[in-house]
């Protein structure tokens, strides 16, 4: 009896300390990810800059999908070419959740071409 008493007192405290990961949400951002990811959609340039904003505060894009876009992102301005990045998981799981959500994916991605082409 006291066992059992135990380890449900043991499972009960396991679960409580597990608490937060049970609050990690697939569908939404937390604040302090999304104002990381919006300090990052400063770094990029003009009209990029927009649409990463935008991206951030589309409600039709799932918080996954923001993250994958935001490690993707991140390996852009830590100077990895988009040759490297498209390959990644991340960038494919973005590139499909951006699609999926209406975003003119082509078109970015000829743009990340393109001024990758330029900057050779």
């Not at 396991?14 to 990690?24: E, G, N, R």
């Not at 649409?51 to 918080?63: G, K, M, P, Q």
């Not at 960038?91 to 959500?101: E, P, Q």
């Amino acid at each position: 009896m006291v066992r059992s008493i135990t380890m449900s007192i043991a499972i009960a405290l396991s679960l409580a300390a597990a608490a937060p990961a049970f609050s990690f949400s697939t569908i939404e951002l937390e604040a302090r990810e999304r104002d990381a990811m919006l300090a990052t959609c400063r770094q990029l340039p003009g009209a990029d800059q927009t649409l990463c904003r935008d991206v951030v505060s589309d409600e039709n894009v799932i918080a996954n999908t923001k993250r994958s876009c935001l490690h993707a992102m991140k390996a852009m301005l830590q100077g990895s070419t988009w040759a490297t990045v498209r390959g990644l998981p991340d960038a494919i799981t973005c590139r499909s959740g951006l699609a999926r959500a209406g975003y003119p994916v082509n078109s970015v991605l000829q743009r990340l071409a393109g001024a990758e082409a330029s900057v050779r």
